[in-house]
């Protein structure tokens, strides 16, 4: 196939249906951030060790840096633009900022992402589920310590919302 | 947890409010320098040499250019030769190799075209026929007899020779009678001791996007530590004068002293030049770890006398640092790091050499971690030798202020003393070693830098305002300057708004290296705002029909006897009237610097059959002068902290014999992940610095010192034998447990 023929794919993102034209060597980041503008997934090493591309396809976490643009046809995706509900942040982002689980900031898109695939699945998780939970997300910058204690505190303000 | 001297009580200054950009953060909307796309842009490709070190007989683009897509190349011949002694010689070399590669990844041309796809295609279309060197690889095949040239441009720093040499710097420091002091030593401990090339690790790789326009001047967005230095130094690159370039900073994805240099920009910039279109270059992974900054790998020789009743009377010792192919400051600064303990007779000898691998690039507190791990180590080797407390041991030789450094000037005001009492009285260092683990302590501190800082403080016509600096925040320190501002103004933190702005929009200001943004960018902003309160206590006179010297300002209002105060947005309203706009910009180069120590204690348990150490506990005590805002303070210490672990046990440089490196990914480059740490309890010390008017020490730097000894240290507890040799990775740990 010519590196030029390129796919037509649709499929929802952050609740849109959306549709796109990509090559089938174009990973679904590349796709996400160049086609359709969403530039919170990050790059930090395109070969699924790093965890900053994290997005939710069908409710599940992938590396979307590993992800062909093709195979999203008729998936539901999320990434970090679609985790608030309108002006307000869900609990991870803001338990995030509240204790700082973010210096420079470029892993944080995965981590929330991540993050909520935890709570989604399980509400009330040990700090070491929390701990391998995340384990396919590097962070240089804070040790992981506000981290986690971001994402505890999330936990606790989920469980007594939905209490 | 805090532990203060006194000081005075602040409002603001101490508090923890949510970054001003962190929203932005948490929602995906941060601009990152890859996240920027402008219209009509190309993507470039870098084509990289295959050699450790080779001539270049030829290069040949001609096949490259014709192929699809492709719209300019460049190589060295684009780009003016600068003379060995020009200060971005170096610099000008490693982004653009030109008769000679000097290590595997060194750039040798450049190819701008409509998709990455294309650009990668094209580089590897280029034709360069290489004439093989001899390869260096490490210290003591760059110091020996005989050694081939790594470098022929390089000469030893401060030499006055003008051979070429493998030698960057030789720094020999001395006083007192050392052979005296080891004759009459009680006790003394000798050990040799290496660790690896490692890499900083920032998530984000190297990006830029460059636009040059018709009239010649180049619009750069960058990630970076320093604008003003991409600006710099991309200028003297390209044989530009500084006006033709204009640098904006993006978001930066994390630095640690490697983003500190340019590898990318000027390259962007003769792209765009030749093609007439905005180009962007990002790095590959790939590339971040084959051609940017490790810290270099070393060795050392460290003997230590001391008296039975723990009086470290006496410090000799070599430590050499591999910079890689360009000369480098390392060894200077690292034999500046015995300066933790009084040491009255003293030998040290720092030497830094070239090998045929990437040119080295500071990494937080640069050289200082591997002089620490040596030093350290043998004290605590004294201290289980002695059969004393660890910290006991310290505290007994701790410097103070007053006491010399290694150069010999008198240590300012230094909490080193606070912070080994900090940990000494910690919950974790109080509670019983718990069963199968073993416990270490170890220390560290870093000096810090001043340098030059600018900042402007504009009140908006409603009494909020908005605080302009030239720093990039790489971890924090706009709400560090917000604080800051409020504190002095008065006013809520809130409505305060933090700017980094461009090259073109703020006064020139140094890189955000040496811990140095929230203590000398942080003075220019509370010199701004205290001139600020002379001028808003004049139009306050004004206002209320005083004489000026009657006004006074207090929490956020000018009061004057038998007057209503008048809140800052009420003096702000009348500004037209008053005399216009309300803004100040100061500049300084800031001095008084303080230094940081911190003292580290660490429970590890060890896996006898395998070699695994695991950290199971680890607190760190740091003494940040004041912590303005305490939470990034704490994640400074608990990020340099997880840095020296990784350095620790996992991280290092595997190269082949021709210096191709075997693990260029973070798949085989493993970096500590949620899973390898425990939490990391943090004491915050203040003693404040006289120097600065919140008391403010640099604290980015120093959490990466003591690591690497806290861990060997308690390693050393747990099983009887000492590791000396970095990273403490499984198969070594096993060795020496053999050996023992
Ligand atoms: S960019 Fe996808 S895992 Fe690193
Ligand atoms: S905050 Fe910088 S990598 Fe996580």
Same mark, same amino acid.
């Given at each position: 196939?010519?590196?030029?023929?390129?796919?037509?794919?649709?499929?929802?993102?952050?609740?849109?249906?959306?549709?796109?034209?990509?090559?089938?060597?174009?990973?679904?980041?590349?796709?996400?951030?160049?086609?359709?503008?969403?530039?919170?997934?990050?790059?930090?090493?395109?070969?699924?060790?790093?965890?900053?591309?994290?997005?939710?396809?069908?409710?599940?976490?992938?590396?979307?840096?590993?992800?062909?643009?093709?195979?999203?046809?008729?998936?539901?995706?999320?990434?970090?633009?679609?985790?608030?509900?309108?002006?307000?942040?869900?609990?991870?982002?803001?338990?995030?900022?509240?204790?700082?689980?973010?210096?420079?900031?470029?892993?944080?898109?995965?981590?929330?992402?991540?993050?909520?695939?935890?709570?989604?699945?399980?509400?009330?998780?040990?700090?070491?589920?929390?701990?391998?939970?995340?384990?396919?997300?590097?962070?240089?910058?804070?040790?992981?310590?506000?981290?986690?204690?971001?994402?505890?505190?999330?936990?606790?303000?989920?469980?007594?919302?939905?209490? | 947890?805090?532990?203060?001297?006194?000081?005075?009580?602040?409002?603001?200054?101490?508090?923890?409010?949510?970054?001003? !950009?962190?929203?932005?953060?948490?929602?995906?909307?941060?601009?990152?320098?890859?996240?920027?796309?402008?219209?009509?842009?190309?993507?470039?490709?870098?084509?990289?040499?295959?050699?450790?070190?080779?001539?270049?007989?030829?290069?040949?683009?001609?096949?490259?250019?014709?192929?699809?897509?492709?719209?300019?190349? +460049?190589?060295?011949?684009?780009?003016?030769?600068?003379?060995?002694?020009?200060?971005?010689? !170096? =610099?000008?070399?490693?982004?653009?190799?030109?008769?000679?590669?000097?290590?595997?990844?060194?750039?040798?041309?450049?190819?701008?075209?409509?998709?990455?796809?294309?650009?990668?295609?094209?580089?590897?279309?280029?034709?360069?026929?290489?004439?093989?060197?001899?390869?260096?690889?490490?210290?003591?095949?760059?110091?020996?007899?005989?050694?081939?040239?790594?470098?022929?441009?390089?000469?030893?720093?401060?030499?006055?020779?003008?051979?070429?040499?493998?030698?960057?710097?030789?720094?020999?420091?001395?006083?007192?009678?050392?052979?005296?002091?080891?004759?009459?030593?009680?006790?003394?401990?000798?050990?040799?001791?290496?660790?690896?090339? =490692?890499?900083?690790?920032?998530?984000?790789?190297?990006?830029?996007?460059?636009?040059?326009?018709?009239?010649?001047?180049?619009?750069?967005?960058?990630?970076?530590?320093?604008?003003?230095?991409?600006?710099?130094?991309?200028?003297?690159?390209?044989?530009?004068?500084?006006?033709?370039?204009?640098?904006?900073?993006?978001?930066?994805?994390?630095?640690?002293?490697?983003?500190?240099?340019?590898?990318?920009?000027?390259?962007?910039?003769?792209?765009?030049?030749?093609? *007439?279109?905005?180009?962007?270059?990002?790095?590959?992974?790939?590339?971040?770890?084959?051609?940017?900054?490790?810290?270099?790998?070393?060795?050392?020789?460290?003997?230590?006398?001391?008296?039975?009743?723990?009086?470290?009377?006496?410090?000799?010792?070599?430590?050499?640092?591999? =910079?890689?192919?360009?000369?480098?400051?390392?060894?200077?600064?690292?034999?500046?790091?015995? &300066?933790?303990?009084?040491?009255?007779?003293?030998?040290?000898?720092?030497?830094?050499?070239?090998?045929?691998?990437?040119?080295?690039?500071?990494?937080?507190?640069?050289?200082?971690?591997?002089?620490?791990?040596?030093?350290?180590?043998?004290?605590?080797?004294?201290?289980?030798?002695?059969?004393?407390?660890?910290?006991?041991?310290?505290?007994?030789?701790?410097?103070?202020?007053?006491?010399?450094?290694?150069?010999?000037?008198?240590?300012?005001?230094?909490?080193?003393?606070?912070?080994?009492?900090?940990?000494?009285?910690?919950?974790?260092?109080?509670?019983?070693?718990?069963?199968?683990?073993?416990?270490?302590?170890?220390?560290?501190?870093?000096?810090?830098?001043?340098?030059?800082?600018?900042?402007? +403080?504009?009140?908006?016509?409603?009494?909020?305002?908005?605080?302009?600096?030239?720093?990039?925040?790489?971890?924090?320190?706009?709400?560090?300057?917000?604080?800051?501002?409020?504190?002095?103004?008065?006013?809520?933190?809130?409505?305060?708004?933090?700017?980094?702005?461009?090259?073109?929009?703020?006064?020139?200001?140094?890189?955000?290296?040496?811990?140095?943004?929230?203590?000398?960018?942080?003075?220019?902003?509370?010199?701004?705002?205290?001139?600020?309160?002379?001028?808003?206590?004049?139009?306050?006179?004004?206002?209320?029909?005083?004489?000026?010297?009657?006004?006074?300002?207090?929490?956020?209002?000018?009061?004057?006897?038998?007057?209503?105060?008048?809140?800052? &947005?009420?003096?702000?309203?009348?500004?037209?009237?008053?005399?216009?706009?309300?803004?100040?910009?100061?500049?300084?180069?800031?001095?008084?610097? *303080?230094?940081?120590?911190?003292?580290?204690?660490?429970?590890?348990?060890?896996?006898?059959?395998?070699?695994?150490?695991?950290?199971?506990?680890?607190?760190?005590?740091?003494?940040?002068?004041?912590?303005?805002?305490?939470?990034?303070?704490?994640?400074?210490?608990?990020?340099?902290?997880?840095?020296?672990?990784?350095?620790?046990?996992?991280?290092?440089?595997?190269?082949?014999?021709?210096?191709?490196?075997?693990?260029?990914?973070?798949? !085989?480059?493993?970096?500590?992940?949620?899973?390898?740490?425990?939490?990391?309890?943090?004491?915050?010390?203040?003693?404040?610095?006289?120097?600065?008017?919140?008391?403010?020490?640099?604290?980015?730097?120093?959490?990466?010192?003591?690591?690497?000894?806290?861990?060997?240290?308690?390693?050393?507890?747990?099983?009887?034998?000492?590791?000396?040799?970095?990273?403490?990775?499984?198969?070594?740990?096993?060795?020496?447990?053999?050996?023992?």
């Amino acid at each position: 196939m010519s590196k030029r023929s390129r796919t037509h794919v649709t499929c929802t993102v952050n609740g849109d249906e959306v549709d796109f034209l990509a090559s089938d060597d174009t990973s679904l980041l590349d796709a996400l951030r160049d086609e359709l503008g969403l530039t919170g997934a990050k790059e930090g090493c395109g070969t699924g060790d790093c965890g900053a591309c994290s997005v939710l396809v069908d409710g599940r976490v992938n590396c979307s840096c590993l992800m062909f643009a093709p195979e999203a046809e008729g998936t539901d995706i999320v990434t970090v633009e679609g985790i608030a509900e309108g002006d307000q942040l869900h609990p991870l982002q803001q338990t995030f900022l509240e204790g700082a689980a973010l210096q420079c900031g470029i892993c944080t898109p995965g981590f929330l992402v991540s993050a909520k695939a935890l709570l989604d699945e399980n509400p009330d998780p040990t700090e070491t589920e929390i701990r391998y939970a995340l384990a396919g997300n590097l962070c240089r910058c804070t040790g992981y310590d506000k981290i986690v204690r971001s994402v505890q505190e999330a936990a606790v303000q989920l469980r007594g919302a939905t209490r | 947890m805090t532990v203060t001297e006194d000081r005075p009580s602040y409002k603001w200054v101490g508090t923890r409010p949510i970054r001003h !950009d962190g929203y932005d953060k948490v929602v995906g909307k941060a601009r990152f320098a890859a996240d920027l796309n402008l219209p009509g842009q190309l993507h470039a490709a870098i084509l990289r040499s295959p050699h450790g070190h080779a001539r270049i007989l030829s290069i040949d683009t001609s096949t490259a250019e014709a192929m699809p897509g492709v719209k300019a190349v +460049v190589t060295a011949a684009d780009f003016p030769a600068l003379d060995v002694g020009n200060p971005e010689h !170096d =610099v000008a070399m490693n982004l653009m190799a030109r008769d000679v590669v000097l290590y595997v990844g060194h750039a040798l041309a450049a190819v701008a075209a409509s998709t990455r796809a294309e650009a990668q295609a094209a580089a590897a279309a280029i034709e360069v026929e290489y004439e093989l060197l001899p390869v260096v690889l490490s210290l003591d095949e760059s110091m020996a007899d005989g050694a081939p040239l790594v470098n022929d441009d390089n000469r030893t720093a401060f030499s006055g020779s003008d051979e070429p040499s493998n030698l960057a710097t030789v720094t020999p420091l001395e006083r007192g009678d050392v052979d005296g002091a080891f004759e009459a030593a009680d006790l003394i401990v000798e050990r040799e001791f290496d660790t690896a090339w =490692v890499h900083q690790g920032y998530i984000e790789p190297h990006a830029c996007v460059v636009d040059v326009g018709a009239d010649g001047k180049a619009d750069i967005w960058a990630s970076s530590q320093g604008h003003f230095r991409v600006r710099s130094q991309t200028a003297a690159v390209l044989g530009w004068d500084t006006a033709r370039v204009k640098v904006t900073p993006a978001e930066i994805g994390g630095g640690f002293g490697g983003k500190t240099t340019i590898y990318l920009e000027p390259v962007a910039a003769r792209l765009s030049e030749k093609s *007439g279109r905005p180009v962007k270059i990002t790095m590959s992974r790939d590339e971040v770890l084959r051609a940017t900054g490790p810290a270099p790998a070393s060795k050392a020789r460290i003997r230590i006398a001391a008296t039975n009743d723990g009086e470290l009377t006496a410090i000799d010792g070599w430590i050499g640092y591999a =910079v890689g192919c360009t000369n480098d400051m390392a060894g200077f600064i690292g034999a500046m790091s015995v &300066a933790s303990y009084r040491f009255p007779n003293l030998k040290l000898e720092a030497v830094a050499a070239l090998t045929n691998t990437p040119k080295s690039a500071a990494y937080r507190a640069p050289s200082a971690p591997q002089a620490a791990f040596a030093i350290e180590s043998v004290i605590d080797e004294i201290a289980q030798l002695l059969e004393m407390d660890p910290i006991d041991l310290r505290l007994k030789n701790a410097v103070v202020e007053g006491d010399p450094t290694a150069m010999g000037s008198p240590h300012p005001r230094i909490g080193f003393v606070e912070c080994l009492e900090a940990i000494r009285d910690s919950d974790h260092y109080r509670s019983p070693v718990p069963e199968g683990t073993a416990r270490g302590v170890g220390s560290g501190f870093w000096f810090n830098i001043g340098e030059q800082s600018s900042a402007t +403080v504009n009140l908006n016509e409603d009494g909020t305002a908005t605080v302009i600096t030239g720093s990039p925040d790489i971890g924090g320190s706009r709400a560090s300057m917000a604080l800051m501002a409020a504190e002095e103004l008065g006013i809520d933190v809130y409505r305060i708004t933090p700017v980094v702005a461009d090259t073109e929009s703020v006064g020139f200001t140094d890189v955000t290296e040496g811990s140095r943004a929230t203590f000398a960018t942080g003075m220019a902003v509370v010199n701004a705002c205290r001139e600020l309160i002379d001028q808003l206590k004049t139009r306050a006179a004004t206002i209320l029909g005083v004489e000026a010297d009657a006004v006074d300002w207090v929490d956020g209002a000018a009061v004057a006897e038998d007057k209503d105060p008048l809140p800052l &947005a009420d003096i702000t309203a009348k500004a037209k009237s008053t005399g216009g706009p309300l803004t100040v910009t100061a500049s300084l180069n800031a001095g008084g610097a *303080g230094p940081s120590f911190a003292v580290h204690c660490c429970d590890v348990a060890v896996d006898e059959e395998t070699g695994q150490v695991t950290v199971l506990r680890y607190t760190t005590a740091q003494d940040a002068g004041t912590a303005i805002h305490p939470s990034y303070v704490e994640g400074q210490m608990q990020g340099g902290t997880a840095q020296g672990i990784g350095w620790a046990l996992n991280e290092e440089y595997v190269y082949d014999d021709d210096g191709t490196m075997l693990n260029a990914s973070f798949l !085989d480059y493993r970096v500590p992940v949620a899973s390898d740490l425990p939490m990391i309890e943090t004491i915050i010390v203040e003693v404040p610095n006289p120097a600065h008017p919140y008391g403010v020490r640099g604290v980015g730097e120093t959490g990466i010192v003591p690591p690497m000894a806290t861990i060997a240290n308690a390693v050393s507890r747990a099983t009887g034998a000492r590791l000396t040799s970095l990273p403490m990775s499984p198969p070594k740990v096993l060795a020496v447990l053999d050996d023992r």
